[in-house]
Every structure is written in C-alpha cells, then in structure tokens.
C-alpha cells in the first residue's frame, strides 16, 4: 500500500479492506478534469496572495496540465490504493514535481475541494443534458407543427373526452420539456458558488482570496458559511429532483406510445430501428425504448431516495456518508443521458396512424360537449343542456350510432332549439376550432404557442 498523506499520527498501515471499502476512486475518477480545473485555480490564487511562490505556482500549474493530458489520453491510468481522485492527482503531483507539489493543498481541505469538485462537474454536465432535452424539444415541437390538422381524441381517465389535434397533445410534452430545461437552469444557479476556502469546516488563517477563486472558475460568487460551504448538497438532491421530474414526463410519454403503439389503439407505428422483436413470436414488434424508459424512471427516483436519506441525519459538518452522493448522482445522470438519445429517435421515426386516431375521435361520443354548448348558444342554461345531451348520447348508443347520424326530426324530438346547423356544430373540425381560448387546440393558437415555444432558448 502506498503511503497515507495523512499518515503523521498513525503507527500502522490502513488494512487492504478497510482501504478498499473506504477508496472512491472508482467511481470519483470521473472528476479529474473538475479536480485539476480547481487546483489550478486555487494555486493560482495561493500564488497572487503571495502565500506560494511564483516557481511553486508554475510548476505545480505545469504539472497538472501534464496530468491531465496523460489522464486525457489514457497513458496515466487510475490502477492505485490512493482514498479518491484528490489524493489520486495530488500523489501523482508531488511524484512529479516534487516538494512544490506538497504545497498546493495549503490553505484546502479535501472536504471543500470535494464540494468544489461536484460542482463544477454538475455544472458541466447540465450544459450537456440541457442540449439533450433541447433536442427533443426541438423534435416535439416540429412533430406539432406537422400535425396542427391531426383530429384525435383527447382523454380523461383513458376514457375518449373531446376532440383535440395531435399538435395540441404533442405541445403538452413541449410545455413539459420546457420547464424541465428552466428546472436545470435553476439548480445550476445555486450550484454556481465556489466553497474553496472554508477549508475543513472554519475556514482557514491564510489570506486567501476566495474570490479571485470563483472569478478564475467563471463561477459566480462564493458560499457565505463555511460549515454550509462543505456540507451542502441540497444542489446534488435538487438537480436530480429535477432529473426525475423529466424522467416522469418521458415515463408519462412512453406509457402513451405504449399503448399507442398496440393494435388496440393502432396510433402511431414505431420505427425498426426503435423497436425490437420477440424470440419465440415472429409477429411481435415491441416498444422496448418506451418500455426502458418508463423502467429507468423508477432508477432515478431511486438515486433521488438514497440522497434525500444519506443527508437526512447527518450532523454540521462533513461526514464520510456524504461520499455516497457521488454514485447516486452519476447513477442518474448517465441514466437521464443514456434515455434522452434513443427516446428522441425514437420520437422523431415514428408514423401517426391519422386514420385510425380521426376514427378514435369520431366515435365515443367526444363531440357531446359541444352539443350541450350548441343548445346554450341556443339559449338553454348549461346544466339542462347537459342532460339533453345526454339523453341524445343514450338515444345515440342505442340506436347504434353516432350524434352526427341522429336526424334532424329526431333531435327536435329532443329539443325543440336544434336547428339544421346542428351538423356543422358536431363536426369534429368544428369542435377543435372553436377552442381559441388562449392554451386551447384551435389550430390558430396551438400555431402560436408553438412559436413560442420555437423562441425559447
Ligand atoms: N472522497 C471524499 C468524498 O467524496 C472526499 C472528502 C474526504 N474528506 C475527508 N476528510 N475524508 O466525500
């Protein structure tokens, strides 16, 4: 076993287990780039304090961009006993450029390096998940634009409702996606502060500049206490709130194209590329990349459990639990990340069965809305209308058919107020246009909500 860098007071070796159990260098080895990024800012702040020299503070520069471009290029690999990443690099550090390499964690605790750290990954790994939902995003709301015309019915309790357009359903999703976009815009807000400098847990007695810190990572302030500074992670747990709020729009998705894709339904067909077969039925085309998805949702929100409880008793300051967030959160964000590139294709490949949803939205009854409306534009209060409706979808059920096949000397034996102009109202193409409230399907405002939604960035 290499030597501790902690080892002063101690008289025995870590035992090869507890060592093992303890190292989370398998799976921190991941912020290399984050850890190597925020030595060098912190030295060359050590340096511009005048707590380091310029020659230290140029050789310790120096060789971690050495380390960084072994560890880039793979010749530097991370086979060693060393506690996590930040041992891992300063070791590999003082092995190369000697005693300067000793001094870089001068006025540091790994416990606000490691809060640092985080950080700074999360940060840059929302630029990269934020252009995945963007994507999709983008995708939706070109979906919408080509079906503004697509009658379908809209449900409630999976029971056909009123009509609706397939732009109007596909632009909830957008409506969805975008708040999820603003959600990560948000966390990345209150992650955007540097903690270097509150050293263990009390700050530190150099002069150091912990501005000139954050200004050198483009982070835009500092935390304001110390003890908070190293044992936050309220940012880790929002960011995969936020995570499993988007995970549960795409779960939500994908039931539906689930059930869309069944023969029942016959909705939409998914693309070969996008679905798969089954090993014993040759028939079978299966929704797996909906079916996953809807699956991994259940992971996130796993990840998003064990955080919440990891932190939830845990006395000021650090504590060794708090390594544990690491898997939770890169659990979720590969997962978020490995979901959003297939769930796209496959959104974007697939075919709307239009026929079929026209049909679903014709019968079922899903203009009985809109002959109620008919009758109170005619003059009878709402409630009364209501029921004359009702009494005609009955009569309708009965006689096996739909409103608009009822005759007009029927519907007068129903209500007097029904004219001939009644057909028009229950065309299904009428109900849809005649929903222009603001938010409502007529294709006049889908169009525009759309192109709000096009400017969003
Ligand atoms: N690997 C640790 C973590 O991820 C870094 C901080 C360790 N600090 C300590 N004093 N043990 O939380």
């Known amino acids: 076993m290499s030597k501790k860098m902690w080892d002063g007071r101690f008289s ?45 503070g140029d050789a310790i520069v120096a060789g971690l961009s050495a380390i960084q471009n072994d560890l880039d290029s793979g010749k530097l690999s991370f086979v060693s006993d060393a506690e996590d990443i930040h041992m891992f690099i300063e070791e590999e550090l003082t092995r190369r450029v000697g005693d300067a390499g000793k001094k870089l964690h001068t006025g540091r605790s790994r416990n606000d390096q490691v809060a640092l750290d985080i950080r700074l ?20 709301i070109r979906l919408a634009f080509d079906n503004l015309d697509t009658i379908m019915p809209g449900y409630t309790h999976l029971q056909r409702a009123q009509p609706i357009t397939l732009s109007h ?28 400098g509150s050293g263990a847990l009390a700050g530190t007695t150099y002069p150091l500049n912990r501005e000139f810190v954050a200004k050198d990572l483009g982070l835009s302030g500092i935390t304001e206490n110390s003890l908070d500074g190293v044992s936050d992670r309220d940012f880790v747990i929002e960011l995969t709130s936020a995570f499993s709020i988007l995970m549960m729009h795409l779960s939500r998705f994908s039931e539906e194209i689930i059930l869309w894709a069944t023969q029942e339904f016959a ?42 409880v990891i932190m939830k008793g845990l006395p000021l300051a650090y504590n060794k639990d708090m390594q544990e967030d690491k898997e939770a959160i890169f659990d979720a964000i590969d997962t978020v990340k490995q979901a959003l590139v297939p769930f796209t294709g496959m959104v ?85 246009e005649k929903r222009t409230v603001p938010g409502a399907p007529a294709k006049a405002v889908v169009e525009e909500s759309l192109k709000r939604a096009l400017s969003f960035v």
């Open 12 to 56: 025995k070796e870590t035992d090869a287990a507890a060592n093992d159990y303890n190292s989370s260098l398998r799976f921190d080895c991941r912020m290399y780039a984050q850890d190597i990024r925020g030595s060098k800012a912190h030295c060359r702040m050590l340096v511009e304090a005048g707590i380091l020299s310029k020659d230290d």
């Open 121 to 140: 990954y999360l940060i840059d790994e929302c630029k990269e998940i934020r252009m995945l939902i963007k994507n999709l995003y983008t995708v939706l």
């Open 169 to 196: 359903h596909l632009s909830a999703y957008v409506q969805m996606l975008q708040r999820d976009m603003t959600r990560l815009d948000d966390a990345v807000k209150r992650m955007d502060v540097s903690p270097l």
């Open 267 to 308: 909705f939409l067909e998914l693309d070969d590329a996008y679905s798969t077969g089954s090993s014993i039925m040759p028939q079978k085309k299966n929704p797996d990349i909906a079916e996953l998805t809807r699956g991994k949702t259940g992971r996130v929100y796993g990840d998003l459990m064990a955080l919440l």
């Open 348 to 432: 974007e490949t697939m075919r709307f069965r239009k026929e079929n949803m026209k049909k679903a939205a014709a019968g079922g009854f899903t203009n009985a809305t809109d002959l109620a409306d008919y009758l109170v534009r005619k003059g009878l209060p709402f409630r009364s209308a209501h029921e004359v409706s009702g009494k005609l979808v009955r009569y309708a059920i009965e006689t096996e058919r739909s409103l608009e096949e009822i005759t007009i000397e029927e519907f007068i034996g129903f209500s007097p107020l029904i004219e001939r102009d009644v057909y028009e109202a229950l065309a299904l193409e009428t109900c849809v």
